[in-house]
């Protein structure tokens, strides 16, 4: 195999320049896909390569991937939502406006349920991408039967998710946040949030190799300022609206004291945070085969 060339930041600007939205909130998607062609560089997915992206939602994570493989290259991009979930774009709007970019033609999107797309079908890819999506699903079972449908389909399996971790105490409250929210997800029975199945790097590694996926190695990201996820969400669980869903969905009062305290954390450490805002949590990146 040829030498693998790390892919270079400077790309992320036109990557970003495919997603909808205006110009104004660009570095937003800038930073977003900074983030993602370190993950790619880690990973070293090539030109020409056939993909197949978990959780894409409004894509971007497939746009980066999309840009790397190339016109010889694809991707499969799978998710479960709704095509009207998403504000201020939905996830269909999204998905539609990358379809009309130079990148459309290397993106097939697939809106539905992971393990039902995998048993429909014999595809084979040469990667499986998991990008920050884990903790979306609604329990460690779903994981590992994707997983255990993937071995045999996909020649590599790579993943990143947040590692638990703080290396930067600026971004404690993100951690904090998460197990909160994730906390409150677990007591919901009408859960919608984005934090539902709080796996560690690792319980994700523990179920790779169960179901007969190679440990390759692992590394340790601490994000730049620019990817903006930790500062959103402790914005969510120090908003009002997060005492609201614990006061309407959960009926036991040492859960809900749990969950108010929790929360109080979150608010305790993000005060003592010297940034402009709170920092992303560490992100754990593996690979598997």
Not at 124 to 151: G, N, Q, R, T
Request: hydrophobic share 40%; glycine share 6%.
């Amino acid at each position: 195999m040829t030498t693998f060339t790390p892919f270079t930041v400077d790309q992320a600007p036109q990557i970003a320049s495919y997603a909808a939205g205006d110009e104004k909130h660009r570095y937003i998607e800038i930073g977003q896909t900074e983030h993602r062609l370190h993950l790619i560089n880690f990973w070293q997915i090539r030109p020409g390569a056939r993909v197949l992206e978990i959780g894409c939602g409004q894509g971007t994570t497939t746009s980066v991937l999309a840009h790397i493989v190339g016109p010889d290259g694809h991707v499969d991009a799978v998710d479960p939502a709704s095509p009207d979930y998403g504000c201020p774009l939905t996830l269909g709007q999204a998905q539609a406006h990358l379809s009309g970019t130079e990148i459309g033609p290397r993106i097939t999107w697939h809106n539905e349920d992971p393990v039902e797309f995998l048993a429909s079908g014999d595809a084979k890819w040469d990667y499986v991408v998991f990008a920050h999506c884990i903790w979306y699903f609604d329990s460690p079972e779903i994981l590992e039967k994707m997983l255990s449908a993937l071995k045999g389909r996909a020649t590599n399996l790579v993943i990143a998710e947040y590692a638990l971790k703080a290396t930067k105490r600026d971004a404690e409250a993100h951690v904090l946040a998460a197990i909160a929210r994730a906390s409150l997800e677990a007591h919901n029975k009408a859960r919608e949030a984005n934090i539902r199945c709080l796996l560690g790097p690792n319980a994700i590694r523990e179920s790779a190799e169960k179901t007969g996926w190679a440990f390759q190695g692992d590394d340790n990201v601490v994000p730049d300022v620019d990817l903006l996820d930790g500062s959103w969400e402790v914005g969510d669980v120090k908003g009002k609206h997060f005492v609201e869903e614990i006061d309407q969905h959960i009926q036991d009062d040492r859960v809900k004291t749990m969950l108010k305290s929790a929360r109080d954390a979150v608010i305790a450490a993000a005060a003592k945070v010297e940034a402009k805002r709170p920092l992303t949590m560490d992100v754990w990146i593996s690979k598997f085969n």
